[in-house]
């Protein structure tokens, strides 16, 4: 593949694209938070790249299967669709923490990963979540990073967000109106950020 790098935005899921649900195992049990879908839809039309980052141990502990979690992660990307929106990838680590992989978040293997696959500049994106585990992650990729209060309550932080939000919408609008240079986004060099 060729061409220029371009920006990303990452997203956690849980907590930040859908209600937290302590190992969300069924479809059912995922319900997008408010006014998600047309954030999301937002960034999908400034031709921005929109990809999940998730941890989901619960694969790794054997309390999930691989096809239940992409039938959890069917229904996401159909409510998405609902309001015009669309996820670019949805990069997941099913390890259990004890594992000591370069996938599980705050490690930045994921990023990488997505990186690579898209053709992304990891410091011209950015992450968004609602965890300190999430911000931190998204600065060891070298991210630019915002903290959402849509999910767990607020954990002492290792490294401060760039930017905090009550919502994703509050979030996508401080990336498009604050942060992108230009909505010409496959045009991006990485010196642009």
Same mark, same amino acid.
């Given at each position: 593949m060729s061409g220029a790098l371009r920006p990303a935005?990452?997203?956690? &899921?849980?907590?930040?694209?859908?209600?937290?649900?302590?190992?969300?195992?069924? !479809?059912?049990?995922l319900?997008?938070?408010?006014?998600?879908?047309?954030?999301? &839809?937002?960034?999908?039309?400034s031709g921005v790249l929109v990809l999940v980052v998730t941890n989901q141990s619960a694969v790794g502990r054997g309390w999930l299967t691989h096809a239940q979690l992409e039938a959890i992660h069917a229904r996401m990307r159909q409510a998405l669709a609902l309001a015009g929106a669309r996820l670019d990838g949805i990069y997941?680590?099913? *390890? *259990?923490?004890?594992?000591?992989?370069?996938? &599980?978040k705050p490690a930045s293997g994921l990023f990488e990963q997505a990186?690579?696959? *898209?053709?992304?500049?990891? !410091?011209?994106?950015f992450m968004i979540g609602d965890r300190a585990l999430?911000?931190?992650s998204g600065h060891r990729a070298g991210c630019s990073t915002i903290l959402v209060r849509t999910?767990?309550?607020?954990?002492?932080?290792?490294?401060?967000?760039?930017?905090a939000a009550q919502t994703l919408a509050e979030a996508v609008e401080w990336i498009l109106t604050t942060r992108l240079k230009s909505a010409?986004?496959?045009q991006w060099s990485v010196d642009s950020a």
């Open positions: 935005v990452f997203l956690d &899921r849980d907590g930040t694209i859908a209600e937290y649900v302590e190992y969300c195992r069924r !479809p059912e049990d319900r997008l938070l408010p006014g998600v879908g047309e954030a999301i &839809r937002r960034l999908n039309e997941v680590c099913p *390890h *259990h923490p004890d594992q000591g992989c370069a996938c &599980r990186a690579a696959e *898209h053709q992304i500049a990891l !410091p011209a994106s999430d911000v931190l999910g767990h309550e607020l954990e002492p932080l290792l490294v401060a967000p760039h930017f010409a986004m496959p």
